[in-house]
């Protein structure tokens, strides 16, 4: 298998490593068990635990959590040393230093806002399951060439976004996307209703104020609404 030279990513990387990391029985059988996962951003490191038990009676299992936020690295941390049953990733990666990083932090999983082939082939080293994200055609198809079938797509919540979604589905009707960025509960519902769209992530579970003011019953209803989510869009589209 050759290697290919990214025409505006520089370095050359190898197909034959990164293919490791591709379509990891990980990743696919995360995205098939959940279609919310939410995005950990507690301002406080000690609010993470009663965080992460609210969204868990709320009938929510993965999250993630952005390296690139203040306390990223605390939380993550956190996760892996006391949160042994539950599958927990790192978000924000941006290069392979930072793909390291997550991987002795104890992330499960990393995802990318964007395609860096640093960051993919550092993953594939450390055998670190990925999502690199995409957010035009010619990126869906790079990271398609190289056998990614489960991509982010970031930001979501601009307006273009799920237009490209509708498109990529003719092109690519076997590739997923996982929006992420911006999401409301309304957004992640109208993304969730593309089959091309297999999970969505985001912030809006666990609003400052609740947090803040600790008040984890909203938060528990939050991620109940949040996790029958695609039972919900199934039955309206029968409906229709």
Not at 160 to 181: I, K
Not at 201 to 220: E, H, T, V, Y
């Amino acid at each position: 298998m050759p290697i290919v030279r990214g025409r505006t990513h520089g370095p050359a990387f190898n197909c034959r490593l990164i293919l490791h990391t591709m379509s990891h029985p990980f990743i696919l059988e995360l995205v098939k068990r959940n279609s919310v996962i939410p995005l950990l951003k507690p301002e406080r490191v000690a609010d993470t635990l009663p965080l992460v038990e609210a969204l868990q009676e709320g009938g929510l299992t993965a999250f993630e959590v952005s390296l690139t936020s203040a306390n990223g690295a605390d939380v993550l941390k956190c996760l892996r040393d006391h949160c042994s049953d539950i599958a927990f990733g790192a978000s924000g990666i941006l290069n392979a230093e930072d793909a390291k990083r997550a991987k002795a932090l104890g992330a499960m999983f990393v995802s990318s806002p964007g395609f860096s082939p640093s960051a993919v082939q550092a993953c594939a080293k450390l055998k670190l399951p990925c999502i690199p994200g995409v957010s035009t055609t010619s990126e869906l198809m790079m990271a398609r060439e190289i056998g990614f079938t489960v991509l982010h797509v970031y930001p979501a919540h601009l307006s273009d976004s799920q237009t490209l979604a509708r498109a990529w589905l003719d092109l690519m009707p076997e590739v997923q996307l996982y929006p992420t960025g911006g999401l409301t509960e309304a957004l992640a519902t109208e993304w969730l209703a593309h089959p091309n769209v297999c999970t969505v992530s985001g912030s809006w579970l666990s609003c400052p104020d609740d947090l803040q003011r600790r008040l984890w019953r909203n938060i528990i209803a939050a991620a109940q609404r949040a996790s029958s989510l695609k039972a919900r869009l199934k039955i309206r589209q029968q409906a229709a």
